[in-house]
């Protein structure tokens, strides 16, 4: 008969993952000294790891742990919002594992363990590199992980053994998948299973994976529920209107509208509101805004709804990737301002985009994107998403930037931080060129000489190159 290895019980189908894994314990010897590897990690580690070794983490220990309160705790959990896809976790995770030594943790955007359950022996092992509930497990505090690395890029990973930049890990492997909140877009969490690293199924992200959607669905009908109170409230505020209007929740999402075409959602200022009663809005114009039970009544002042276009005459747009966790895009001009976030892969679009100013095809996306460029229809889908609040500031045949919009890129001062997250081959190239001094991005800023000219001038006051100028 012939022998299978099976979860915690080595066979000869083990042989192999024990040479990989003392393959990649000479590579992570290697970076963690400075040398270049003989056999590179996989792109998602190599990049963790040389991250990690530039900020100078000890590959030993990592930091100090740090732990939070139990009231603390409680109060992230509740700010978090995943308290209530808890009994679908564990039902999902602990149930059919219930056999298998794993923990299940769930952990904030930052990284801290909200919940850890599992084997009371295998949490006691777990305490000793401080993996416990409060724990924070951000990637600079402890290296490679399941947590904080998926929480910074976004993206499922598994992390086995020696793939952990800190060695007091090596005895573990976890797989972690993301959770996204439906209503902005952005991590709000992660899923995490661990255990010891010859006992972990190879099958496991897949299964946490499969978790995290299920998360995703249950927030998704909270959103549903709360949208639903919203529409109620708003029906008879609506129907007084004397002209078009529509009531939107917190992040944007349209409940109910009046003498308007449906509208999906807002994007609304990334800074919020502030005391002003008009606004300039993507796709509607002027707008008077006031809130309303746990969202806000818009109504537009222009009489119908109005084409973005209209905003690219003279229109500034910077693309602030100053800050890895948050990449956002802000636009100015005639009609007005606003700013908003950037999800993972419309910001890798726009510095595409920014970088390649006379215009790329959706094919030359895809393989800067995907390294392939038969994927020109997913191109296209996404950045059809990014027109509907860019609108005119966008031209295609090719896909490029408006002649009249100045654009500016603001990066961090490390190249190496230039969307960190992001594994995209015209992405990582871009790092590799900037990090060499072979290329200079047109109206480009590094953050720390931003921070001083934001001191000196006012933000109507800076001078941004055109688009077209290649001497930036």
């Not at 904080?148 to 976004?154: D, I, Q, S």
């Not at 809130?291 to 693309?319: F, I, K, N, Y």
Request: net charge neutral; hydrophobic share 40%.
């Amino acid at each position: 008969m012939r022998e299978t290895a099976h979860p915690g019980h080595p066979g000869r189908n083990d042989e192999a993952a024990v040479r990989s894994t003392a393959k990649t314990a000479r590579s992570h010897e290697q970076v963690v000294t400075g040398e270049i590897p003989r056999q590179a990690p996989r792109p998602e580690i190599g990049d963790s790891w040389e991250r990690l070794r530039r900020l100078g983490l000890d590959p030993e220990r990592g930091r100090e742990p740090e732990h939070l309160g139990t009231a603390e705790i409680e109060h992230r959990r509740r700010a978090s919002g995943l308290d209530v896809v808890m009994p679908t976790l564990r039902d999902t995770l602990l149930d059919p594992v219930a056999d298998l030594p794993l923990i299940l943790a769930v952990a904030d955007s930052h990284g801290t363990v909200l919940w850890h359950e599992g084997p009371r022996q295998l949490r006691r092992s777990a305490d000793l590199i401080g993996f416990m509930t409060g724990g924070r497990w951000g990637e600079e505090a402890v290296g490679t992980n399941g947590i904080g690395t998926v929480a910074r890029t976004g993206r499922p990973l598994r992390v086995h053994s020696s793939e952990h930049y800190v060695r007091n890990q090596h005895a573990w492997t976890c797989v972690g998948a993301p959770v996204r909140d439906p209503r902005t877009g952005r991590v709000a969490g992660v899923v995490d299973l661990s255990g010891p690293a010859r006992g972990v199924h190879p099958q496991l992200l897949a299964l946490a994976v499969t978790a995290a959607r299920l998360a995703e669905t249950e927030l998704r009908a909270a959103q549903l529920e709360s949208l639903h109170r919203l529409r109620t409230v708003a029906a008879p505020v609506l129907a007084q209107a004397s002209g078009p209007a529509l009531v939107v929740d917190r992040d944007g999402w349209t409940a109910a509208t009046a003498g308007l075409p449906p509208i999906s959602r807002l994007r609304l200022p990334a800074d919020g509101w502030g005391s002003a009663s008009v606004h300039w809005l993507p796709s509607l114009g002027e707008c008077a805004v006031e809130p309303l039970a746990d969202g806000w009544l818009v109504r537009p002042l222009t009489g119908s709804p109005q084409a973005v276009s209209e905003q690219a005459a003279g229109a500034r747009l910077v693309l602030d990737l100053s800050r890895t966790d948050r990449p956002e895009v802000s636009v100015r001009g005639g009609a007005g301002s606003w700013s908003h976030a950037l999800s993972p892969r419309h910001a890798e679009l726009l510095l595409l985009l920014a970088a390649h100013q006379s215009g790329q095809t959706a094919a030359e996306l895809a393989l800067g994107l995907f390294g392939d460029p038969s994927r020109a229809v997913t191109v296209r889908a996404e950045l059809s998403r990014l027109r509907r609040y860019l609108g005119g500031l966008l031209e295609h045949r090719p896909y490029r930037f408006a002649e009249s919009v100045q654009t500016e890129v603001i990066r961090p001062a490390d190249p190496s931080q230039l969307l960190p997250a992001s594994s995209a081959p015209g992405i990582r190239r871009l790092r590799a060129l900037l990090d060499d001094g072979a290329i200079l991005l047109a109206g480009c800023r590094i953050a720390e000489a931003a921070e001083a000219a934001e001191q000196s001038a006012g933000p109507l006051d800076r001078q941004v190159p055109s688009p077209r100028r290649t001497d930036g």
